[in-house]
Nanobody
Framework: QVQLVESGGGLVHPGGSLRLSCAASGFTFSSYWMYWVRQAPGEQRELVASIRRGGTADYAESVRGRFTISRDSAKNTVYLQMNSLKPEDTAVYYC???????????WGQGTQVTVSS
């Protein structure tokens, strides 16, 4: 059974930091590109960051320089380190996995991040 389980969300003040984790199971983690996607209330889902199998990362312009995506294949886990958080970063953050060849993909259940004073 495929599972992507996010953790690490919560309430943080502007300027603060959080680290999200996504533990993967039920598929060959090392073969998949991993993504963090967020959705704010009333908004469409937004791709925040991606990381390829070899570790190449890419970021949305809105988070570049503040967020860092990483992966640990020994732990089947992908992380999102979020620094200098802003109120506009408030959203549900989803972990997403996609195989670059087959197109098979999986979603996590999401974790809420709220940035507020």
């Amino acid at each position: 059974q495929v599972q992507l389980v996010e953790s690490g969300g919560g309430l943080v003040h502007p300027g603060g930091s959080l680290r999200l984790s996504c533990a993967a199971s039920g598929f060959t983690f090392s073969s998949y590109w991993m993504y963090w996607v967020r959705q704010a209330p009333g908004e469409q889902r937004e791709l925040v960051a991606s990381i390829r199998r070899g570790g190449t990362a890419d970021y949305a312009e809105s988070v570049r320089g503040r967020f860092t995506i990483s992966r640990d294949s020994a732990k089947n886990t992908v992380y999102l380190q979020m620094n200098s958080l802003k109120p506009e970063d408030t959203a549900v953050y989803y972990c997403y996995a996609r195989h670059p060849s087959s197109g098979y993909d999986y979603w996590g259940q999401g974790t809420q991040v709220t940035v507020s004073s």
